[in-house]
């Protein structure tokens, strides 16, 4: 006789959640009933033990604001895409493109329904008064700082993943550059590449380049002023010396000229290296409101917090892949992102702890 199936108090509570479909809610009517039913599917609560605890948090959070989710254009254009209030109406809402976002990027940067995610958690944020920045916990670093998400990120990356890369030779096997050339799945890397990169270019926090150690293959420093040409002798798989105003330079082979053309590279051929350049820039992590023309750096890890509690949330629903590095490589920022979400869900966990000992 087959043993019986044990369940863990996290797969229970979620049987025993109700999560009916929701046809009078704005994204059932502005998604079409096909998407909604992938997302609510992509929401289900993971078998994988590892994931088992965060993927009930994940679904239970968007079971609670599910009903105030908006959007506001599922037609936008590129430059469009986000979660902002609509001037004319003064409704909070995501913007999207339907047809572009349930598939994988052109470019090969996200996976399907991922962007579609990452606004609608935005969304999640604003509703709930953005814990994202405001969430305090004593129990971590930086409690004592504005906004403690945002620093923990900024700590981690400098403490951690700047400060190896400064202090290693010139072959030595680096977290960064671990990042920046093994893992070679462009959609398994792009959120460290923004979050890092905006850590390393903006805000009183950016790297002084002056100050930073980073080697060509042939052992010299690379300083302000250094290019590594995917054309010279120089292999740019072993080097990281390049620091430009958008995101983290990095290095990934071209499929074919018209993406190297595209993307402002080194080379008209096929399969040669480019530096490809990715991530959000200032006129994002340096303003407090969207439209301002005024950098702020005070806001950045504030704008820091918001931005990768978003990516957080939507790789580890849409991209198991991509989070799994994100936790690997900032598991001091993972641990506040678990706690922020369990902030949002303090009554159901009253709820829940009158059947259950957390």
Known sequence: MAGRVIMSKWHTLYEASDFPVNRDCNIYRNLTEVHYNKMRELLKISEEKEYEYLSFLLKQVWKKYENELRVNNSKARDNEVGFYKNENTGIYGVYINIDNHTQESNDGWYAAYQTIFHEFFHNIDHLAGYKSYTYKNKNFDHSDKEYQFGEIIISEIRKSLLEEEKNAGPKEKTRLRTITYDITDRRHKAALYDIIGAVLNYGKYGCNPNNSEFYTEDGKKCGDKCVCN????????????????????IYDRCSNSKECSYKRVCSLRANDWCNVIHGHGSNYWLVKEKGSKEDDKESFPMRLAEEAFALMASEAVANRNAFGNLKKYLPKSYDMFVEILKEMLKEEFELWGRLWSF
């Open 230 to 249: 995917p054309l010279s002798k120089t292999n740019p798989k072993t080097a990281i010396c390049e620091f430009r105003t958008r995101g983290l330079s």
